[in-house]
């Protein structure tokens, strides 16, 4: 490497969330109606008695898409859900997005045509006003930026922070089969590409698809929270996998945690593909990204109200910082819980991120 060279980082070492931080880390809040703003799934700003939440994600064909094996329809639906997920992520309702996209001029107008219905769907079933964005070219690929906008209450927002010793944590779904479909999608493109003439083997694995080309953001959860009156400690969304993100609750709230592996809810048809492509199912379901559940935290005193809210597991709970973050097994063996998100920069294959 030369002296102008050396001069330079590589992205590579400091990672998505260690560039993230270099980038923000100096940015001091200047309005008393930022509430929050840069290191949870939304911002917050406060107008009065109500809180606006904003989150916004970006989306490049070949990074996080793959259009050999994506309809674009699908992508438009996912390209909103993963936006609304982040805003349920808070404990707050959503209500707007925007969306923009760049495109090279491969793409007919029929072809975006077909992202914006997948986009106008999502809408109509989670009830969204699609209120802007912007249109432009680009040299090549296609993206998709989505900003979601929407409101809550102060006292029932849920940040990454609020988790504290003793709470239970609470996830709203299996895990690890999103990641699976796309280990699906993949296997077959490898084989198509090596010969066209084969037909793709998707028979019988409709769930474990869906989950990776149309997953559903848990606004359900938000209103079971609601009625049920029980605002959760701390919140999270399951974009970067289990590990990963139970990890950044755990720096934020400044807690340890530990998780009962034989309480991890894996569907039963992922765990046999899992084995089918020799990867320890609980380990697809720590480290597999993009099944959009809920990760969240109650204080114990709300175990009976959580018992009973449909489609909500128990986990495992939240320990001293001093005890850190670990799992145990069904062998009965504690191993440290180890972070295998999806980080953009660094070289965990394979590449992925939301
Ligand atoms: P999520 O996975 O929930 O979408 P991210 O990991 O993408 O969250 O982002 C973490 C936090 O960093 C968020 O508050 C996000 O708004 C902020 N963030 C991400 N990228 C940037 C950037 N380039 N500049 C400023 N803030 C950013
Ligand atoms: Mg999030």
Redesign the pocket.
């Known amino acids: 490497m030369d002296d102008f060279q050396s001069q330079f980082t590589d992205v590579n070492t400091l990672g998505e969330?260690g560039l993230?931080d270099r980038?923000?880390n100096d940015i001091t809040i200047q309005h008393s109606s930022t509430v929050k703003g840069?290191?949870?799934?939304a911002?917050v700003l406060k107008f009065g008695e109500d809180c606006l939440l904003i989150?916004t994600?970006l989306m490049i064909e070949g990074i996080h898409f793959d259009l050999m094996y994506t309809p674009l329809k699908h992508l438009g639906y996912k390209a909103v859900i993963v936006n609304l997920s982040?805003i349920y992520a808070m404990n707050a309702e959503a209500y707007q997005i925007t969306v923009s996209i760049a495109f090279s001029s491969k793409f007919s107008v029929e072809a975006i045509e077909e992202l914006y219905k997948g986009i106008k769907e999502a809408c109509r079933i989670y009830k969204i006003d699609l209120i802007g964005g912007d249109t432009t070219s680009s040299p090549k690929g296609l993206s998709i930026s989505i900003t979601a906008l929407g409101r809550a209450k102060s006292k029932d927002i849920c940040y990454r922070s609020g988790a504290k010793k003793g709470d239970i944590i609470c996830i709203s779904g299996d895990l690890g089969s999103a990641y699976l479909g796309l280990q699906i999608l993949e296997r077959e493109k490898q084989l198509y590409l090596s010969n066209p003439g084969i037909r793709p083997d998707l028979e019988n694995q409709k769930y474990i698809l869906e989950r990776q080309l149309k997953p559903e953001a848990r606004k359900d959860i938000v209103d079971y929270l609601r009625k049920a009156d029980l605002v959760p400690t701390s919140m999270i969304?399951l974009?970067?996998g289990l590990a990963s993100d139970l990890m950044h609750v755990c720096k934020a709230s400044k807690v340890g945690a530990y998780v009962e592996e034989s309480k991890i809810p894996i569907n039963q048809e992922s765990q046999l593909l899992a084995i089918k492509f020799q990867l320890d199912p609980i380990t697809t379901a720590l480290n597999g990204g993009e099944d959009y559940e809920l990760l969240f935290t109650v204080d114990e005193k709300d175990l009976e109200k959580i018992r009973h809210m449909p489609s909500v597991y128990i986990i495992g709970e939240i320990v001293d910082q001093k005890d850190g973050i670990t799992l145990h097994t069904t062998g009965g063996n504690i191993h440290p819980l180890k972070a295998q998100g999806w980080n953009h920069f660094t070289p965990t294959p394979p590449q992925k991120d939301n």
């Open positions: 969330f993230i980038l923000t840069i290191g949870d799934d911002a989150s994600d982040d969304d974009s970067d």
